[in-house]
């Protein structure tokens, strides 16, 4: 691990999702790389140099007498896909000489960035830091991430028209790089082991599936949709139906935030019948977290539309739209929303405790402005009229 490592990993790093073993073999044993390194070792011509120096520096072959020749206590290194693999990956660097660090910035910028692809030409600038661009780092970038995909550490893919636009963009270039990378799972895996071995905090999902589910939220709230869905998935599973169940309604009474309401909502969903049963009786018991779980049952076709109530309706949405603006997701809702449906009016008159900071999201971010500005209004009124936030 190298202090470049060190210094990029002083933050956070994101809970990862690893494959099965058994999938992660597969993957190795698909690496064209892979197969290469294994024929010269075994006396292969490489015909490319790269090969030659690779096996070298990944401990198969040594120098002797001018030439290579199998390193015999690593024979069975050759044999084994994965930790050939992860040799070979750890090694990048060595293989085909590259400014230091070089390997570990781009990995973990994209290991950082989770299921969201990078866009090329950002990950050049994140690369540069700001300074002015520098044609050899840009070359040795490109050769980093030409060995990285080569290896299948990478896949690569072309974004769309509306994506491109957008890099152009943000990037202020007419004709940036067109490509989007992520890492393979294979590589989430080794860089993952990788940090833990160098005694960093690298989570994994599922790991803290014996936690509650108020220990959970925190992490749960700093999270991508796919990786909520995939610990909520974990946690469920550490526990029988009924148990689950038992504590995520618990939780939802409890909860006193709209994220926290949500995921109990998503964890019940997990349980199956019981889940629905559960929520029933939730809803039965009213206020803010009974209104919740309403919407959430007719939303599954687990109850009648034409039962819920007018102020289970405004209360159990305002509360969703909360929890998705705690989780950053509100704003791109609004966009969506039906031209017919009002939104400033249900957070009017919803009487939720977060309908405050939701008009003032809508009178700030909805493109219709005529639906802003209503927004913006009803705002300044609610709080004329003494109206606070659950902030205040």
Known sequence: MSETWEQDAGSEMPPVLLRPEAELRKAAERSPLLDEVRGYVAGSDAGDPLIARWAEVSGLVRVVDGEHVPVEENATLADDALRLWERLYSTIGEAEPLPFGLVDTITLTLYRSGQVTVPVELLFEAIELGQAPDESTRYATSVALDLLERLGALEK????????????????????????????????????????????????????????????????????????????????RHRSPSDAAAEASEFLRTARLPEERLFALIALGETGEIGLETAAGIRAEGGLAGAAAAMWLSERGAVDRETITRDEVTLGMADHYAAMNALGAFVHQLADMDDGFDVVDLLTSSGHPDRLELLSVVGAS???????????????????????TRHD
Do not use: C, Q
Not at 381 to 387: F, I, P
């Open 366 to 388: 909805h493109p219709d402005r005529k639906m802003a500005k209503k927004a913006r209004t009803a705002s300044f009124k609610l709080r004329s009229s003494g109206a606070r």
């Open 157 to 236: 893919r072309t974004a769309d028209p509306a994506g491109l636009a957008l890099i152009a963009e943000i990037a202020g270039k007419p004709d940036p790089s067109p490509y989007v990378l992520s890492l393979t799972p294979i590589a989430v895996w080794a860089i993952n082991r990788a940090l833990r071995e160098a005694g960093m905090d690298a989570p994994v999902i599922g790991e803290a599936a014996e936690k509650s589910l108020g220990e959970l939220s925190p992490r749960l709230a700093e999270s991508a949709p796919e990786i909520i869905d995939a610990e909520l998935k974990a946690w469920t």
